[in-house]
C-alpha cells in the first residue's frame, strides 16, 4: 500500500496534489516542464518523471 504521493512541477510541490494522478486543466505553454510523482510506503520512496510539452493557440493578446 502506498502512504502517500506528492507531485513536483520543476522540483517545487505542487499544492494539493496528493493524488496517482495528476489532472493538468486549462493549461498554458508556460506550464510546459517535467512533473514528478513521488509514491512512499513501508518499503521507502521511489519517484518518477515525465515531460509535458503544451502545445497549442491559446496565447492571450491584450488590445488598448
Known amino acids: 500500500?502506498?502512504?502517500w504521493?506528492?507531485?513536483q512541477y520543476k522540483?517545487?510541490?505542487?499544492?494539493?496534489?496528493?493524488?496517482a494522478t495528476l489532472e493538468l486543466?486549462?493549461?498554458y505553454r508556460n506550464q510546459s516542464g517535467?512533473?514528478?510523482c513521488i509514491a512512499s510506503?513501508?518499503?521507502?520512496?521511489?519517484?518518477?518523471?515525465?515531460l509535458?510539452?503544451?502545445q497549442g493557440k491559446y496565447?492571450?493578446?491584450?488590445?488598448?
Open 52 to 54: 509535458i510539452i503544451v
Open 34 to 36: 517535467y512533473y514528478t
Open 59 to 64: 496565447d492571450f493578446f491584450f488590445k488598448s
Open 1 to 3: 500500500d502506498v502512504y
Open 25 to 27: 486543466i486549462n493549461v
Open 41 to 50: 510506503n513501508i518499503l521507502g520512496m521511489v519517484n518518477n518523471s515525465t
Open 11 to 19: 522540483g517545487v510541490n505542487l499544492p494539493g496534489e496528493e493524488n
Open 5 to 7: 504521493y506528492k507531485w
